[in-house]
């Protein structure tokens, strides 16, 4: 192979075919981040903000959009607040191509794209490649489960999980923050070395349960047109484990069934602000009305499912917040739990040199702009090999 032409290249797809793949950020919302602070874990993609923008370009252009908002301007005196008392506010620039016009990029692209192969489950193939490039995202983790058993040489790091709560409050709370920044994302150094994050802020938004094969967690998201009266965004703690532990995502299970188990089944608990940091279950609200369908919860007590560590770093952080946001931490705002997220193996990329994994799947990506610029920048490594 002297050089790459689209007939040399086979793409295997699980999916029956681009519309129903389940490349969420892409099928639903799309919101383009282009920052040096979020979105992976490679210096080469965060700190070439460059390479990000012609990505969203591209992203813009294949689908004939002009995206429906550019810049987040942060007011000085908030961010001057925000670092007097510890929080780091991550910045970033932000587009937002909408549902409807996802659509039309995946039209565009998979019409000028090489040809896919859609496989089966378990379908065998026994052709042989030059080069294998793994590409199968968070929803392959099957896959890389699989590969790394085999080989387990192969995961250079998997210790990481972020366990925490969803949390919801009334919108006149937080509206200057609303206004002000898209998408309101701070970090927290707690005194007890954990590290609180705030993730995936929904003004008028709802909060919604996510129910996977065994267990049921909680999310939130927001419509175009249907706006609710409250706020909602996940408070997570990042829990890193040490050698010889190395299953952090069955640890993050079992803390998210615990809840299952004592919400009574696929439900989650809600707790109020108050009655949390007071370690008592909630047994009635008093004037925040949730927005999450009161079938999917149960009012409880999130210390019994939480550890005291984890406890300790979402109140220190929220009562931290009430210095710069008065009113934040209100004994009445609610608390669902549990939300989690889950990290992938972080994969080694030079350990054999016609195997790579790109995108989420590596452990690498976490975005929709990271993970296209891995597959740029691993096809440029390619294009130099080869010339
Ligand atoms: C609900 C949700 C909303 C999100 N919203 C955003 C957002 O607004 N902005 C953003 O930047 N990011 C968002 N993300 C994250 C974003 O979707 C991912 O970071 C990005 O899509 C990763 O790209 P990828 O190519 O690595 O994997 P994917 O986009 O997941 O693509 C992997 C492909 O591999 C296929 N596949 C899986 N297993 C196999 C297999 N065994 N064999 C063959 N094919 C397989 C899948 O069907 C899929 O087509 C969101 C994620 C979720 C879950």
Request: proline share 2%.
């Given at each position: 192979m002297k050089n790459v032409k689209d007939e040399d290249v086979t793409v295997f797809e699980a999916n029956k075919d681009v519309y129903s793949s389940s490349i969420s950020g892409i099928r639903a919302d799309g919101k383009l981040f282009i920052s040096s602070e979020m979105g992976g874990d490679l210096d080469e993609i965060l700190l070439d903000t460059d390479l990000q923008k012609e990505i969203v370009d591209f992203y813009c252009r294949v689908s004939n959009t002009i995206p429906e908002t550019g810049t987040q301007e942060v007011n000085v005196n908030m961010k001057r607040e925000f670092h007097k008392y510890g929080f780091k506010l991550i910045e970033s620039k932000f587009y937002h191509l909408g549902t409807d016009k996802l659509k039309v990029f995946l039209k565009n692209i998979y019409n000028n794209s090489v040809k896919i192969k859609y496989i089966k489950d378990g379908q065998q193939y026994n052709e042989k490649f030059e080069k294998v490039y793994i590409a199968v995202g968070r929803s392959g983790s099957r896959l890389i489960d699989t590969i790394s058993s085999k080989y387990p040489e192969l995961v250079l790091q998997n210790n990481t999980v972020d366990l925490g709560v969803r949390f919801e409050l009334p919108n006149f709370v937080v509206q200057e923050l609303n206004t002000m920044l898209y998408e309101f994302k701070v970090k927290y150094q707690a005194s007890n070395g954990f590290l609180v994050r705030t993730f995936c802020n929904n003004?008028?938004?709802?909060?919604?349960?996510?129910?996977?094969?065994?267990?049921?967690?909680v999310n939130g998201h927001s419509f175009h047109n249907k706006k609710s009266s409250n706020t909602n965004f996940a408070i997570l703690v990042t829990h890193r484990f040490t050698k010889p532990f190395n299953d952090p995502n069955g640890y993050g299970e079992y803390i998210v069934k615990l809840a299952n188990i004592l919400a009574g089944g696929e439900k989650v608990i809600l707790q109020t602000y108050g009655d949390f940091k007071k370690g008592k279950r909630t047994k009635?609200?008093?004037?925040?009305?949730?927005?999450?369908?009161?079938?999917?919860?149960?009012?409880?007590?999130?210390?019994?499912?939480?550890?005291h560590k984890t406890v300790k770093a979402i109140t220190e952080f929220l009562d931290q917040l009430e210095n710069v946001i008065p009113g934040i931490s209100n004994p009445t705002h609610l608390l669902y739990g549990i939300e989690v997220k889950f990290y992938g193996k972080k994969m080694d990329n030079n350990l054999v040199s016609n195997l790579k994994f790109i995108g989420d799947c590596s452990g690498y990506t976490r975005s929709i702009v990271h993970a296209t610029a891995h597959g740029i920048l691993e096809y440029l490594k390619l294009k130099k090999e080869l010339n």
């Amino acid at each position: 192979m002297k050089n790459v032409k689209d007939e040399d290249v086979t793409v295997f797809e699980a999916n029956k075919d681009v519309y129903s793949s389940s490349i969420s950020g892409i099928r639903a919302d799309g919101k383009l981040f282009i920052s040096s602070e979020m979105g992976g874990d490679l210096d080469e993609i965060l700190l070439d903000t460059d390479l990000q923008k012609e990505i969203v370009d591209f992203y813009c252009r294949v689908s004939n959009t002009i995206p429906e908002t550019g810049t987040q301007e942060v007011n000085v005196n908030m961010k001057r607040e925000f670092h007097k008392y510890g929080f780091k506010l991550i910045e970033s620039k932000f587009y937002h191509l909408g549902t409807d016009k996802l659509k039309v990029f995946l039209k565009n692209i998979y019409n000028n794209s090489v040809k896919i192969k859609y496989i089966k489950d378990g379908q065998q193939y026994n052709e042989k490649f030059e080069k294998v490039y793994i590409a199968v995202g968070r929803s392959g983790s099957r896959l890389i489960d699989t590969i790394s058993s085999k080989y387990p040489e192969l995961v250079l790091q998997n210790n990481t999980v972020d366990l925490g709560v969803r949390f919801e409050l009334p919108n006149f709370v937080v509206q200057e923050l609303n206004t002000m920044l898209y998408e309101f994302k701070v970090k927290y150094q707690a005194s007890n070395g954990f590290l609180v994050r705030t993730f995936c802020n929904n003004p008028s938004g709802y909060v919604v349960t996510e129910k996977y094969s065994n267990f049921v967690t909680v999310n939130g998201h927001s419509f175009h047109n249907k706006k609710s009266s409250n706020t909602n965004f996940a408070i997570l703690v990042t829990h890193r484990f040490t050698k010889p532990f190395n299953d952090p995502n069955g640890y993050g299970e079992y803390i998210v069934k615990l809840a299952n188990i004592l919400a009574g089944g696929e439900k989650v608990i809600l707790q109020t602000y108050g009655d949390f940091k007071k370690g008592k279950r909630t047994k009635k609200l008093w004037n925040v009305y949730p927005t999450l369908d009161s079938n999917e919860y149960i009012l409880g007590d999130l210390n019994l499912v939480l550890l005291h560590k984890t406890v300790k770093a979402i109140t220190e952080f929220l009562d931290q917040l009430e210095n710069v946001i008065p009113g934040i931490s209100n004994p009445t705002h609610l608390l669902y739990g549990i939300e989690v997220k889950f990290y992938g193996k972080k994969m080694d990329n030079n350990l054999v040199s016609n195997l790579k994994f790109i995108g989420d799947c590596s452990g690498y990506t976490r975005s929709i702009v990271h993970a296209t610029a891995h597959g740029i920048l691993e096809y440029l490594k390619l294009k130099k090999e080869l010339n």
